[in-house]
Structures are given as C-alpha cells and as structure tokens.
C-alpha cells in the first residue's frame, strides 16, 4: 500500500505482535518487521504491543514481546488472565464460586513486577478469552495505576466492563468502542458510559462505523484514543478511517496523539 501523506502525529493504542513464528497465521502476520513497515506507511510513529491469545500463563509471551520492543518504536503492554467467567448471568456466578486462582493465572505480585519493570508500560485484558482476574489482581491493578486495554463486545460488554472494572481507579482503554464485532449497539451503549466515567476510554480499532465515532469524537473529544487493531487490520485503513470523519482538525489531533500521550506517558514524544 502507498505511504499516506498527513500533517499529523499518530500514535496507535491497539497493535498485537506474535512471537511464535510456527503461531503466525501467515507469514509475516503480527511479525514485528512487518509491523514497523505497515506503521511508517500509515506515518504512525509509535505503537502499544501486546501478544495475541495463549493457553496458560502469558509470562513468556509477555517476555517475548518486550524483547522485540527493542530500539522499535513501540510500548509493550503486559497481557493478563484470570480464573473468573466475565458473564453476568447466574450460571457465571455460580462457575465464580468454584473458580480459583492457579499458577497459570495472573496474580498481584506478577502485576506488581510488570508495573515495575521498564519494560512494560501498561497491561491488556481479553476477558473472553482469558478470564477476568480476581478482586485481589483488579486492587494490584489499581494500586500501580497503569492503563489497562480490555477487549469489548459481545463476550464482554459496556455494562459488564461498568461493573467489573469501572469501580476501580484505573484507566481502562476499551478497544473497538466495547462493540466487537461490529456491534452498533454495543458502540453506542459504550459511548454512552463515557458520560459517568472519568477513567474510560474508547479506542477506534475495527469499529469501521463513522457515525459512532463521529459522535463520540465530538461529544467527548478528550477520551477517544487512535487504535488501528494491527494485524487484522492495516493501520493505513485505520488512519483513513479518522481523516474521513467530519470532525474539526483539532479533535483528529486529540484522537491521533494528544489523548493517547495523556493517558499512556511512553506514547509521548
């Protein structure tokens, strides 16, 4: 793809890297090289990182991709599991009541390393896939006060993440507007918890609707973060996707780096 020309300084919230080759699903697919190309031709000039899913414990995986953060112009983000069902339902709460935490999960003292390592700037929750941690890593979690990404949609959505996570004094950086996959719904319902929660924000991967983002740009033009969701999507896409909004210059400078070095320091220049 040609290298896009654009008067703006784009930082990415949303990049996932793989550091098992044999676990690519293509070549090159989530391959840090790959990455650093795609984002000088987008003109993105400094990206968060994070593995994709795994079985078991993510600490080698964490490991791996702070390693390949090196002399790269990108931010590693530690990923996080948990022995907790996200769901809501009372079958969740049951399963919750025999759930427990093992060596394979997440717990406060991991957090409390990784917080402190210079190596990672931040953590990434996919509660579907991994579980949600428990109430002991959430207070850790709070204690060291970094951003947290968290997968939005179906799987866990806006009131969920309200309950779970928003009652602690974190920021939460809810990728794909808390809607994956697609969900217009859902977009709206997060863009709506923005109104009662100061520590939330919306990153823009995979959204693809201007209409959601448009509004959540211009009604609250401080909280929504640049994500493109490399490497399901090209971040040329994703930066094509804001400069095509009908929103004023300024709030597209908010979106691309303002906020996103606001609420993650090592996004900034």
């Given at each position: 793809?040609?290298?896009?020309?654009?008067?703006?300084?784009?930082?990415?919230?949303?990049?996932?890297?793989?550091?098992?080759?044999?676990?690519?699903?293509?070549?090159?697919?989530?391959?840090?090289?790959?990455?650093?190309?795609?984002?000088?031709?987008?003109?993105?000039?400094?990206?968060?990182?994070?593995?994709?899913?795994?079985?078991?414990?993510?600490?080698?995986?964490?490991?791996?991709?702070?390693?390949?953060?090196?002399?790269?112009?990108?931010?590693?983000?530690?990923?996080?599991?948990?022995?907790?069902?996200?769901?809501?339902?009372?079958?969740?709460?049951?399963?919750?009541?025999?759930?427990?935490?093992?060596?394979?999960?997440?717990?406060?003292?991991?957090?409390?390393?990784?917080?402190?390592?210079?190596?990672?700037?931040?953590?990434?929750?996919?509660?579907?896939?991994?579980?949600?941690?428990?109430?002991?890593?959430?207070?850790?979690?709070?204690?060291?006060?970094?951003?947290?990404?968290?997968?939005?949609?179906?799987?866990?959505?806006?009131?969920?993440?309200?309950?779970?996570?928003?009652?602690?004094?974190?920021?939460?950086?809810?990728?794909?507007?808390?809607?994956?996959?697609?969900?217009?719904?859902?977009?709206?319902?997060?863009?709506?918890?923005?109104?009662?929660?100061?520590?939330?924000?919306?990153?823009?991967?995979?959204?693809?609707?201007?209409?959601?983002?448009?509004?959540?740009?211009?009604?609250?033009?401080?909280?929504?973060?640049?994500?493109?969701?490399?490497?399901?999507?090209?971040?040329?896409?994703?930066?094509?996707?804001i400069l095509t909004l009908d929103?004023?210059?300024?709030?597209?400078?908010?979106?691309?780096?303002?906020?996103?070095?606001?609420?993650?320091?090592?996004?900034?220049?």
């Amino acid at each position: 793809m040609l290298e896009l020309e654009h008067g703006f300084r784009v930082v990415d919230v949303h990049a996932r890297l793989e550091p098992d080759e044999q676990r690519r699903p293509r070549d090159g697919m989530g391959d840090p090289e790959q990455l650093e190309r795609e984002m000088h031709q987008a003109g993105v000039v400094r990206s968060v990182v994070f593995p994709g899913e795994r079985d078991g414990s993510y600490l080698k995986a964490n490991n791996a991709v702070a390693r390949m953060t090196v002399e790269r112009p990108m931010v590693a983000f530690a990923r996080v599991n948990g022995s907790r069902d996200p769901g809501t339902g009372p079958g969740s709460t049951l399963r919750n009541l025999a759930n427990s935490r093992t060596e394979a999960h997440t717990s406060p003292e991991d957090i409390e390393q990784y917080a402190y390592d210079d190596r990672f700037y931040g953590f990434k929750l996919h509660p579907p896939t991994d579980g949600l941690p428990d109430e002991d890593v959430l207070a850790e979690l709070e204690s060291v006060s970094l951003p947290v990404i968290v997968h939005g949609g179906e799987g866990f959505q806006p009131e969920a993440v309200a309950e779970s996570l928003l009652t602690y004094d974190f920021p939460v950086i809810l990728s794909h507007f808390g809607a994956h996959p697609l969900r217009k719904d859902l977009m709206e319902r997060a863009i709506d918890l923005l109104e009662g929660h100061d520590n939330l924000y919306l990153d823009t991967s995979a959204v693809r609707y201007r209409g959601p983002m448009e509004r959540a740009v211009l009604e609250h033009p401080d909280r929504v973060l640049f994500g493109s969701g490399v490497p399901s999507v090209h971040p040329n896409v994703a930066v094509m996707e804001i400069l095509t909004l009908d929103v004023p210059e300024d709030a597209m400078r908010k979106v691309f780096s303002n906020n996103p070095n606001r609420v993650i320091e090592a996004l900034a220049p």
